[in-house]
C-alpha cells in the first residue's frame, strides 16, 4: 500500500490543476480589445492581459504628387462648396508600399515587401487630413506640397482611403485687413498665390498679433496700415497666429523739396522721387515731410531752394524721413 502511495504522489487537493481549453478560451477574454486573433507586432504585457500593436492591415506607402493639392472652394455662392470634399486631395501615382501581413506573398511564395514604380504607376487620390480647418469643417490655408513631391500616405481602412502624414502649413501669408497697432491684433486675409499674383482670399479671415512688437516696430510706422502684407505663424503655446514679418515703409527715399527749407528751418515739404528697402511711402502722391538734421542751437545741417534734391533715411521715432544729403543752395 505504501508502494501505491508513492505511485500516485499527493493528494488530489494538494495538486496544482492545469487549465482547460474551455478555462484559456475563456481567460483570452480578459486581453485588450486590441489583442485578437491574427494581430502582428510588438507585444505589451500588463495587468490587462496582452496588447498588441500594428494590426495586420497597416500598409505603408510613398506617393509622387502629379498635381497639387485642391481645398475646397468656399468662395461659390449659395453653399455651392457643401457639395464638395472637405479634406484636400490630390492626384498622385504610387512608387512604392510595405505591407506588413506575413502572409502576403509573391507567385514564388516569397513576402512581398514593395511594388509599384515611377511614372508608369497608376494614378490615384490621396488625401490630406492633417490640414487645417475653419471654423465650418472645411479645409482651409495653404498646401503643404506641390506637383512633383513626394509623400508617405497610410491606408485608412475606415474611410477607405490614402491619407498623407505630411503636417499641415502653419506659415501663412497675410494681407491686413485693418490698420494694426504695435503690440495688439487685427484681422487680415490669407494671402494664397493665384495665377503668378498674391490675391486676398476673403474667404479666409483670421487674427493675426504683434508679439514681437519692439523689433517689427523699428522697421515700421507706429501703425502699420491696411493692405501690409507680412508672414504669421501659428505657435503652439499661444494658439495665435503671430507675425514673423511685416512690410515696412521704405527705407530710403530720394526726395526734391517743395518748399524753401533753411539753415534755421527744422522740416520742409518735400516730393518723393523713389524708394527702395519697403513699400511707397506716398501712394496717394500728396507729399512728405522731410526732418532736417540740428547741429547747436536753432541751427541745422542743410539748406536749398525748390526743385533741390536730397536723400532721405527712414526715423522710426518720428515716423518721418530725415535728411542725411541734399543738393548745395
Known amino acids: 500500500m505504501s508502494t501505491d502511495r508513492r505511485r500516485r504522489g499527493p ?5 496544482l490543476r492545469r487549465p482547460t481549453a474551455a478555462a484559456a478560451h475563456s481567460g483570452a477574454k480578459g486581453l ?3 489583442g485578437r486573433a491574427g494581430a502582428v507586432g510588438e507585444a505589451h504585457y500588463g495587468a490587462a492581459g496582452v496588447s498588441f500593436l500594428a494590426p495586420a ?3 505603408l506607402a510613398l506617393f509622387e504628387l502629379v498635381t497639387g493639392l485642391v481645398y475646397p472652394d468656399l468662395s461659390q455662392p449659395g453653399g455651392e462648396h457643401i457639395t464638395q470634399e ?3 486631395w490630390a492626384s498622385a501615382r504610387q512608387l512604392w508600399c510595405h505591407h506588413f501581413h506575413p502572409q502576403d506573398q509573391t507567385p514564388s511564395g516569397e513576402p512581398i515587401k514593395s511594388y509599384g514604380g515611377s511614372g508608369l504607376g497608376r ?3 490621396i488625401y490630406h487630413p492633417g490640414a487645417l480647418h475653419g471654423r465650418h ?3 482651409v490655408g495653404h498646401p503643404a506640397v506641390g506637383a512633383g513631391q513626394r509623400v508617405f500616405c497610410l491606408w485608412n481602412r475606415q474611410s477607405g482611403r490614402w491619407e498623407m502624414l505630411t503636417p499641415p502649413l502653419r506659415l501663412w501669408r497675410f494681407e491686413l485687413k485693418e490698420d494694426l497697432a504695435p503690440g495688439q491684433s487685427a484681422a487680415a486675409y490669407l494671402l494664397p498665390l493665384v495665377d503668378g499674383q498674391y490675391q486676398p482670399d476673403v474667404h479666409v479671415e483670421f487674427t493675426v498679433h504683434d508679439a514681437l512688437s519692439g523689433m517689427l516696430r523699428g522697421r515700421g510706422p507706429s501703425q502699420w496700415r491696411r493692405g501690409t502684407r507680412g508672414y504669421a505663424r501659428l505657435m503652439p503655446d499661444s494658439g495665435r497666429w503671430e507675425i514673423l514679418a511685416l512690410e515696412h515703409l521704405a527705407r530710403w527715399v530720394r526726395f526734391a523739396l517743395t518748399e524753401v527749407l533753411s539753415f534755421q528751418s527744422s522740416s520742409a515739404a518735400a516730393e518723393v522721387l523713389s524708394y527702395w528697402d519697403g513699400y ?3 501712394p496717394q502722391q500728396q507729399g512728405i515731410v522731410v526732418l532736417n538734421c540740428a547741429t547747436s542751437g536753432q541751427q541745422y545741417l542743410f539748406a536749398g531752394q525748390i526743385g533741390a534734391v536730397g536723400l532721405g533715411c527712414y526715423d522710426p521715432q518720428e515716423d518721418k524721413y530725415r535728411i542725411v544729403q541734399l543738393e548745395c543752395p
Not at 493528494?11 to 495538486?15: D, K, N, P
Open 137 to 139: 469643417g472645411y479645409a
Open 32 to 34: 485588450r480589445r486590441s
Open 11 to 15: 493528494s488530489a487537493a494538494g495538486r
Open 57 to 59: 492591415e497597416t500598409r
Open 123 to 125: 494614378q490615384q487620390v
Open 280 to 282: 511707397d511711402p506716398d
Open 86 to 88: 472637405p479634406t484636400p
